[in-house]
C-alpha cells in the first residue's frame, strides 16, 4: 500500500519550453501533496504544499507563476514548469500525505523526475 | 537554528553489523512527529520508521529501530545487520504540530556498506 507514481521519471527539453510533471496516489486519496526540488548531494527543499481544490501554497523564494501547481483531483497533483531554463534543471520528487493513516500521516515519496534543461 | 542536524555527512559499515545514524531536532513544540527516509540512488524516497513525541517506547520496523531520547532531543536510527541494498542517503525529518504540518529533513547521511 501507500504507493506514489510519478510521471515522467526523466525529461529533457529545450529552453523556453514548459514541462509538466503528475503526481499520483495510487492506492490512497490524498488531500495535501506536496512538492520538491533537490540539487545533487543535498536535501530536499520544499516548494509547495497541494490542496485538493484550492489554491497551492508556495514556500517563500519559489515563483508561483514559474511552478505552476494543480491539485484537481484526491489522487493527482501536477507540477508545471513553465519556459523552462538552464537553472531549472533539477530532481524535483513529490509526496502524498496518507490523511487516514492516523497518527503517523506520512508523508509518501513518488520515485522522482529529473529535468535536464538545455 | 536548524531544526534537523545530522552531524555524519558519511558512515561506513561492514555487512552483518549494527550501525547507528545521528539525528537531533530543535522545537518548542509539544506535539512533533520524526521520521526516518532511505534514498538509494535511484532517488526515491522511502519511508522506514516514524516516532511521535508522545510515544512512550522507541519504534521498531523490522532492521530499524529509532533510539528516541526525548530530553537530548535526538532520534538516532539504528540498522541491525546491515546489508549490502542498505547503501543510500538517509534523511530524518521532523513534522511540528498538528497533523497537517510539513516535514523539515537534514542534510542527510550517506551509509555505505561493504562485503
Known amino acids: 500500500g501507500a504507493v506514489v507514481s510519478q510521471h515522467p521519471s526523466r525529461v529533457i527539453c529545450k529552453s523556453g519550453t514548459s514541462v509538466k510533471i503528475e503526481c499520483r496516489s495510487l492506492?490512497?486519496?490524498?488531500?495535501?501533496m506536496f512538492w520538491y526540488r533537490q540539487f545533487p548531494k543535498q536535501s530536499l527543499m520544499l516548494m509547495a504544499t497541494s490542496n485538493e481544490g484550492s489554491k497551492a501554497t508556495y514556500e517563500q523564494g519559489v515563483e508561483k507563476d514559474k511552478f505552476l501547481i494543480n491539485h484537481a483531483s484526491l489522487t493527482l497533483s501536477t507540477l508545471t514548469v513553465t519556459s523552462a531554463h538552464p537553472e531549472d534543471s533539477s530532481f524535483y520528487i513529490c509526496s502524498a500525505r496518507d490523511s487516514t493513516g492516523g497518527p503517523k500521516d506520512t508523508q509518501y515519496f513518488g520515485p522522482g523526475t529529473r529535468l535536464t534543461v538545455l | 537554528a536548524q531544526k534537523i542536524t545530522q552531524t555524519q555527512p558519511g558512515m561506513f559499515v561492514q555487512e552483518k553489523e549494527a550501525v547507528t545514524l545521528d539525528c537531533t531536532y530543535d522545537t518548542s513544540d509539544p506535539s512533533y512527529g520524526l521520521f526516518w527516509y532511505k534514498q538509494p540512488s535511484s532517488g526515491e524516497m522511502i519511508f522506514l520508521i516514524y516516532q511521535g513525541s508522545y510515544d512512550q517506547q522507541n519504534a521498531t520496523e523490522g532492521r530499524y529501530s529509532l533510539n528516541f531520547q526525548k530530553a537530548r532531543k535526538s532520534a538516532n536510527l539504528v540498522i541491525s545487520a546491515s546489508q549490502l541494498g542498505d547503501s543510500a542517503m538517509y534523511f530524518c525529518?521532523?513534522?511540528?504540530?498538528?497533523?497537517?504540518?510539513?516535514?523539515?529533513f537534514g542534510k542527510g547521511t550517506m551509509l555505505l556498506v561493504s562485503p
Open positions: 525529518a521532523m513534522r511540528e504540530g498538528t497533523r497537517y504540518s510539513t516535514l523539515t
Open positions: 492506492d490512497f486519496q490524498a488531500t495535501t
